[in-house]
T-cell receptor, first 115, second 110 residues
């Protein structure tokens, strides 16, 4: 199994500021994923964080708004830039590393409220 | 992409009653995964189904994958208050990213 730690777990942010979320995995993984879950909604993939190359963003998400770093195989950061109230969401880090190749693990999430 | 839909959106049951959520796709799915997210928690992987007609059980939970691999269901027998949460189906891509359905929120009345 994989243990994923996210920081911060919760924050209240001012409009127009930026916040960086950290994701630490207890083992090396090739890919790490960042999801957003808006209040009462499902999870939407923001991007795939690749070690040694630029992140791959999903439709509707851009690097200027959500810059991602992946300095090594156990760590990634997601920055939410120039925040607005619409960015109030849970941001979740995810990896796949089940022994069966199917299990996907999520961090506890970072709950951001933008005021 | 291959989007999946879920019904119902919400379900309220009396403790001890059964519960079923359905996941449907307009196209054939290579696999279907199920997750549970408790209130205030993060999604937890439950199971993956890949074979046509596959049925898997985990204690009171029964998962099915349709013969045409376009639908799936999660059935909980005799619900308990610990079953409260949102159940998501999703499709895992070959690179471990998951395309999630909208989820079914389950409330259990003690």
């Amino acid at each position: 199994s994989a243990v994923i730690s996210q920081k911060p777990s919760r924050d209240i942010c001012q409009r127009g500021t930026s916040l960086t979320i950290q994701c630490q995995v207890d083992s090396q993984v090739t890919m790490m994923f960042w999801y957003r879950q808006q209040p009462g909604q499902s999870l939407t993939l923001i991007a795939t964080a690749n070690q040694g190359s630029e992140a791959t963003y999903e439709s509707g998400f851009v690097i200027d708004k959500f810059p991602i770093s992946r300095p090594n195989l156990t760590f990634s950061t997601l920055t939410v830039s120039n925040m607005s109230p619409e960015d109030s969401s849970i941001y979740l880090c995810s990896v796949g590393q089940g022994y069966d190749g199917n299990t996907i693990y999520f961090g506890e999430g970072s709950w951001l409220t933008v005021v | 992409g291959q989007q999946v839909m879920q019904i119902p959106q919400y379900q309220h049951v009396q403790e001890g009653e059964d519960f079923t959520t359905y996941c449907n796709s307009s196209t054939t799915l290579s696999n279907i995964q199920w997750y549970k997210q408790r209130p205030g928690g993060h999604p937890v992987f439950l199971i993956q189904l890949v074979k046509s007609g596959e049925v898997k059980k985990q204690k009171r939970l029964t998962f099915q994958f349709g013969e045409a691999k376009k639908n799936s269901s999660l059935h909980i027998t005799a619900t308990q208050t610990t079953d409260v949460g949102t159940y998501f189906c999703g499709r895992k891509t070959s690179y471990d990213k998951v395309i999630f359905g909208p989820g079914t929120s389950l409330s259990v009345i003690p």
